[in-house]
């Protein structure tokens, strides 16, 4: 079975818009957690703008509480800054199941690419060593349709995550044939070399069924942002009656 790994980012981007404590990260996880999610993920970034140092810190206490996974993704070429100590040695603290390098820049509002390999690849390599060192499992996110999963595998990693932002995108649009083609070629060329393979970006309820049935032997989805906006249509309407029942109780 494929796992679900949620991505709770969007809770600390809307506690940070606000200041203070809520909603709070670990209370949301949990909530996720109870509900039958297999692990949790988190994208630090250097600017702090949504998951600190602190939540990663607590988040890893959480999940081991529960004995779920915790994946932590980020660029490991990011400098450290006042507050974030650099990628590796946070998981060196948090030591997550999971670490997964995504090459995404400072100013980036999400991940949008994935590594090049040929450019990339020995640069990397002492990283991975590093983190499979501190017991994480290195998986690494690529664009469907690579060219160079050979380099990946040849680094040390475990698996790859196939950003599926694309993919979304041409099933909205209704044309997603030949990027389905790609994710199922990329996912079958990965585990001929013996890596696992994930996926993540722009996954949601309307797509992921279709893009499981394409593409063969997915271990795991991350999914944040379409889920946490998709749980507040689904819960709106409860919420506001239990304010306004509150209201009638007082009338």
């Known amino acids: 079975m494929t796992v679900l790994s949620v991505n709770v980012n969007k809770i600390a981007v809307l506690r940070n818009s606000r200041g203070g404590d809520e909603p709070d990260v670990v209370r949301a996880a949990r909530t996720c957690l109870y509900a039958g999610a297999h692990g949790i993920t988190v994208h630090p970034r250097p600017d702090q703008r949504h998951i600190r140092t602190d939540d990663v810190l607590a988040l890893a206490e959480l999940t081991r509480e529960n004995g779920v996974e ?3 993704e980020g660029n490991p070429f990011a400098s450290p800054r ?3 100590p ?3 040695a946070l998981c060196a603290q948090a030591r997550p199941a999971q670490v997964t390098l995504v090459p995404d820049d400072d100013g980036q509002v999400t ?3 994935g590594f090049d390999f040929e450019q990339d690849a020995e640069r990397l390599r002492p990283l991975v060593a590093e983190l499979k060192a501190l017991g994480c499992r290195v998986s690494v996110f690529v664009d469907a349709g690579c060219p160079s999963l050979a380099r990946a595998a040849g680094i040390g990693v475990d698996r790859i995550e196939i950003y599926t932002g694309p993919v979304a ?3 909205a649009a209704g044309h997603a044939d030949e990027e389905l083609r790609l994710c199922a070629q990329t996912a079958r060329e990965a585990q001929a070399l013996g890596l696992g393979v994930n996926a993540g970006h722009d996954l949601s309820q309307g797509n992921l069924q279709e893009f499981l049935e394409a593409v063969p032997g997915v271990l795991e989805v991350s999914i944040g942002h379409a889920l946490f906006s998709e749980a507040i249509y689904a819960g709106l309407q409860r919420t506001l009656h239990q304010y306004l029942g509150i209201l009638e109780t007082r009338g």
């Open 82 to 84: 006042p507050g974030y």
């Open 86 to 88: 650099g990628l590796v």
């Open 111 to 113: 991940s949008d690419h």
């Open 70 to 72: 915790l994946n932590i």
């Open 169 to 171: 995108a041409a099933l």
